[in-house]
């Protein structure tokens, strides 16, 4: 087991931050899933030890992070924001930090880093200079360098463009395959359906759950959707859509109709020729159930 | 373990000597130089040593140390959390009072390397025009051990409250009240607390340095002249810079880096 | 093929005035400092001086103790803007210092740190708004610790004061503690201000402005020493507010010596805290504030063109 929280509890203040949050994550890739608020980073600080818990137990490769320097240097860390050193290299920036992570020999491990995450040509050149992408890689190369057993990456791809967002998923793929742990943070599902299978939901503090992804779609796609059909003719469009099976609740308003279905698929295939039929001109189509907050509602409410 | 605390003295002393800080800091160092070569160019009937020991006592001794150590002390605490960069530090193989250590050492022996320039500076400028300033390395050494013992103790003080209150404001406020309010204004007034101030017991340590155990005009702002001798001012010296090492060392042991000052 | 959207329709209202604009600036930035703790802390202490004085006036009023500060002017000064003197201090010039720091470096020095000034700029905010929102905020926050305490001391002094006054000599004191107020909170706030904008350091520009207040009194007071001579006074920022301040008081010019009736003791007139007149420390804190303001007013153009 790579990280065991036992009933974690994290306040600030009055604010709850984790709530009784207790999890296993095993080695491999796991991502840890939540809207903007949901403890994600609080979790991830409790786990390397930035942080102290307010309650209860967390150990990261059998130990506990707090004040364990011995345990920091085998875990790998890239925060969220950008935090660096003003006037240094990229290159500089990540020598200093092999450095105080005891690294023997800090200027050939800062070099093999940086060449591991491409950043070879640009790495004489000053941080400021850099685009955000190449900041992402010079931060993912300083939790690298030290040869970590555990990387804890904090909404790595938040703002990178697809190309860069591509890289960094090989990236840390290519983590995983020589052998680390990877516990990579998101609030957006399909950037993490292509890194790992493992998920782990939080929302408001809360384990929500835990497993597979694909059990995880299954329940966006098992919950009935909320579709929303504007139309010239709704009162019409209604009535033959009542007709449908895949159509469980409807109910419209002068310029919309909006159906609960459990089968979106379905529905959306057999929505052209209903609306055909009842002689209505469709406007619009959208649903806001499809994403995670609608799983995390569905979750929270059962 | 040594390579990493030597890593850390590296990064500490490349701290100090970038940005606007580093600015600020030597303008510090400069200004009494500078005014005291205008003294020496344009007044009239200056004693050099005089103006040399009235710009040690009423100037290095006590706002250059108090300044420099604000600064940098303050900058070495929240401000590095401020910046984002904290998180990297206490990642490290070494533990987190050992980095406070580290980071004061080097601090404390920078700052007093600064302070020398400024005490050689102004003695050199005093003698502008004139005979030099007899026991002028005497006096700007001993100045400078004395005043490496303030920086230490205040830059204990400060990283105490940088890392033990959650924002720059109240850190600062922590900071700069008993400073400026007990250690300026009470040393002004004739009362027998003076000589429980830094300040007051930094001079009591300088005085049979560099004016042979003398009483001069220059201590008119102890008006009762009780500045404490060489052995209680160095006992609470030594007390002081104790405490505020370990407190500043328990601070960064116990100091979350969490909420919005983290990234 | 081009896309026309033809849902949208161009806004034809009307931009609210200059003034409401630099008066939303001034109400959001004002209403952030009460937020504080350590501000709370040093507003009332600056009323608490005030309010100590108005208890010992009761006191002395109510006994009929003659009391020499009541009498005069003195009280606005001596006892209150200028107290206690001590070396080149006094206790509230460095209460302002302090919360002059402690909210008015975070001003500029914030912005700059969350890259807002573009936010600002790329509305119907000219760099002249912000600027004179900046800083009428800033004084007007001041002036609420200095003009405040000291209209309640002389509405105080209304009710019991030992001598009688015309409406004139009163009208004459409250100009006095006007001016005296805008002497403490202008020129400060301009400097603060600069210090602000010089860094995205909240703690870095608040050190900046103490560093200013300090050196400059220690200067003084070092150059007076080894040149015996007295011209240098007016390099302390203390100084040369403090003397500002004492000639407004001048409208009512105090006797060579103060004779109370009853009393037996008399109380001398302090002397002039600077030999010059008023013009001199004036030319040089309105040439202060100039160069802080351009100070900033340049920054400002710099750092929009870096973002």
């Known amino acids: ?302 | 373990m040594i390579q990493a605390a030597l890593g850390f003295a590296g990064l500490t002393l490349r701290g100090l000597i970038g940005g606007r800080r580093a600015t600020a800091a030597a303008v510090l160092v400069l200004a009494p130089p500078f005014f005291a070569l205008i003294a020496s160019m344009f007044g009239k009937h200056v004693d050099p040593v005089k103006l040399f020991h009235g710009f040690m006592f009423y100037f290095s001794l006590w706002f250059v140390i108090y300044l420099l150590s604000l600064i940098y002390g303050i900058s070495m605490s929240i401000g590095e959390i401020e910046d984002g960069t904290a998180g990297y530090l206490y990642l490290s193989a070494v533990p987190k009072w050992l980095i406070v250590l580290i980071q004061m050492g080097v601090t404390t022996a920078a700052l007093s390397a600064m302070l020398f320039v400024n005490l050689l500076l102004t003695g050199l400028a005093a003698s502008y025009g004139r005979e030099l300033v007899p026991n002028l390395l005497r006096d700007v050494v001993s100045c400078t051990l004395v005043g490496g013992v303030g920086i230490a103790v205040s830059l204990g003080y400060y990283v105490t409250c940088g890392l033990t209150f959650r924002t720059p404001t109240g850190a600062l406020a922590a900071a700069l009240f008993p400073t400026f309010f007990w250690e300026i204004l009470v040393t002004s007034w004739p009362m027998k607390f003076a000589e429980y101030t830094l300040t007051n017991n930094l001079r009591g340590m300088l005085l049979p340095m560099v004016f042979n155990n003398s009483r001069g005009p220059l201590y008119r702002y102890v008006v009762n002249f009780h500045l404490p001798d060489y052995g209680e001012a160095s006992m609470f010296l030594s007390i002081l810079m104790g405490l505020f090492l370990i407190t500043a060392m328990i601070a960064a042991m116990n100091r979350s880096i969490e909420g919005k000052e983290a990234r | ?307």
Not at chain 1, 69 to 84: A, M, N, Q, T
Not at chain 1, 92 to 112: E, H, M, N, S, Y
Not at chain 1, 236 to 248: G, H, K, S
Not at chain 1, 253 to 259: G, N, R
């Open chain 3, 1 to 307: 093929m081009a896309i026309y959207d033809q849902s949208y329709t161009p806004w034809t209202g009307t931009y609210t005035s200059r003034a409401a604009r630099i008066r939303a600036m001034v109400a959001m930035e004002l209403a952030q400092p009460f937020k504080n703790v350590w501000v709370l802390v040093s507003v009332l202490m600056a009323f608490s001086l005030v309010i100590g004085w108005l208890l010992i006036l009761f006191i002395a009023g109510s006994s009929q103790v003659p009391l020499p500060f009541a009498f005069g002017n003195r009280i606005y000064r001596d006892g209150f803007y200028n107290f206690p003197t001590g070396s080149s201090f006094t206790l509230f010039s460095m209460i302002l210092m302090a919360l002059s720091a402690t909210v008015g470096a975070s001003l500029i020095s914030r912005d700059l740190r969350h890259r807002a000034l573009l936010m600002y700029f790329s509305r119907s905010i000219t760099r002249v708004d912000y600027l004179l929102g900046k800083f009428l905020s800033l004084v007007l926050f001041l002036l609420i610790v200095t003009l405040g305490p000291g209209l309640l001391l002389f509405i105080g002094q209304l009710g019991m004061s030992q001598e009688r006054l015309t409406f004139g000599q009163r009208m004459g004191d409250l100009g006095a503690i006007t001016l005296h107020s805008l002497i403490l909170t202008v020129p400060a706030s301009a400097l603060v201000l600069a210090f602000s904008s010089m860094t995205n350091r909240t703690y870095l520009a608040a050190i900046l402005w103490a560093s200013f207040y300090f050196i400059s009194a220690s200067t003084s007071e070092a150059l007076r020493f080894t040149l015996r001579s007295d011209w240098p006074k007016i390099l302390s920022w203390t100084n040369v507010t403090a003397h500002l301040g004492d000639l407004c008081y001048a409208v009512r010019p105090p006797p060579d010596t103060i004779r109370i009736p009853g009393a037996k003791s008399i109380l001398p007139v302090p002397p002039a805290i600077l030999d010059c007149g008023w013009l001199p420390p004036f030319l040089l804190l309105t040439g202060l504030t100039a160069l802080s303001l351009l100070v900033v007013w340049r920054r400002l153009r710099s750092v929009e063109g870096e973002e």
């Open chain 1, 1 to 302: 087991m790579i990280v065991e929280a036992d009933h974690l509890n994290k306040w600030y203040g009055r604010v709850i931050a984790l709530n009784d949050v207790s999890m296993r994550i095993e080695p491999g890739i796991t991502g840890l899933l939540g809207p903007n608020g949901a403890g994600k980073t609080s979790f991830m600080r409790i786990l390397i030890g930035l942080m102290r818990e307010s309650s209860g137990e967390m150990r990261v490769l059998g130990e506990s992070p707090w004040n364990n320097p011995k345990l920091s240097v085998r875990i790998g860390y890239c925060p969220e924001h950008d935090g660096f050193y003003e006037g240094m290299t990229g290159m500089q920036f990540v020598t200093a930090l092999a450095r105080i992570r005891g690294v023997k020999d800090p200027v050939a491990a800062a070099k093999r880093a940086v060449d591991w995450v491409r950043m070879a040509e640009a790495s004489d050149r000053k941080i400021l200079t850099y685009s955000r992408g190449m900041r992402q890689r010079i931060k993912i190369a300083q939790a690298v360098v030290h040869k970590p057993e555990l990387l804890v990456l904090d909404e790595p791809l938040t703002g990178s463009d697809p190309i860069v967002r591509q890289e960094l998923i090989g990236l840390i793929k290519a983590f995983a395959q020589e052998g680390g742990s990877v516990i990579v943070s998101s609030h957006v599902l399909h950037e993490i359906e292509q890194l790992t299978r493992r998920i782990v939901l939080i929302h408001r503090g809360r384990l929500v759950a835990e497993g597979d992804v694909g059990q995880i779609r299954d329940l966006i796609d098992r919950h009935p959707h909320t579709v929303e059909v504007k139309s010239d003719r709704p009162r019409d469009l209604a009535a033959a859509l009542a007709r449908e099976p895949e159509v469980v609740e409807i109910r419209f308003d002068p310029s919309a109709v909006w159906v609960r279905t459990p089968k979106p698929d379905a529905f959306y295939s057999k929505l052209p020729r209903i609306a055909l039929d009842a002689g209505a001109e469709v406007k619009e189509i959208s649903s806001p159930d499809d994403n995670l907050e609608a799983v995390f509602r569905y979750l929270t409410e059962t």
